[in-house]
């Protein structure tokens, strides 16, 4: 089993940055990727970027320029930074991660960690 715990949501206003965390813990035998996703009220989950452990990375289109995943391999931990903060970016961000045990890959979510962008 693996746990995620993310880190850092908060509210802030518009132009101001925020940096998330998350870190992965159990069993765990190598990351595949990790990534965010977000969830703004009324709408469906939508990633938001993703890095895979070899360092490739994917963008939602409205975070190209705006936002930077990375992720520490040694860690476990994936990290997004913020920047230039949009009302429009408001929503819970979730952690994911695509884990390897047993050649199997396996997906786990955090708990969720709320992000408020004020005008």
């Known amino acids: 089993q693996v746990q995620l715990v993310e880190y850092g949501g908060g509210l802030v206003q518009a132009g101001e940055t925020l940096r998330l965390s998350c870190a992965a813990s159990?069993?765990?035998?190598?990351?595949?990727?990790m990534g965010w996703y977000r969830q703004a009220p009324g709408k469906q989950r939508e990633l938001v970027a993703a890095i895979t452990s070899g360092g490739s990375t994917n963008y939602v289109d409205s975070a190209k320029g705006r936002f930077t995943i990375s992720m520490d391999n040694a860690k476990n931990t994936v990290s997004l930074q913020m920047n230039s903060l949009k009302p429009e970016d408001t929503g819970i961000y979730y952690c994911?991660?695509?884990?390897?045990?047993?050649?199997?890959?396996?997906?786990?979510w955090g708990q969720g960690t709320q992000v408020t962008v004020s005008s």
């Open positions: 159990g069993t765990i035998f190598s990351i595949n990727a």
């Open positions: 994911h991660a695509e884990v390897w045990y047993l050649s199997r890959l396996f997906d786990y």
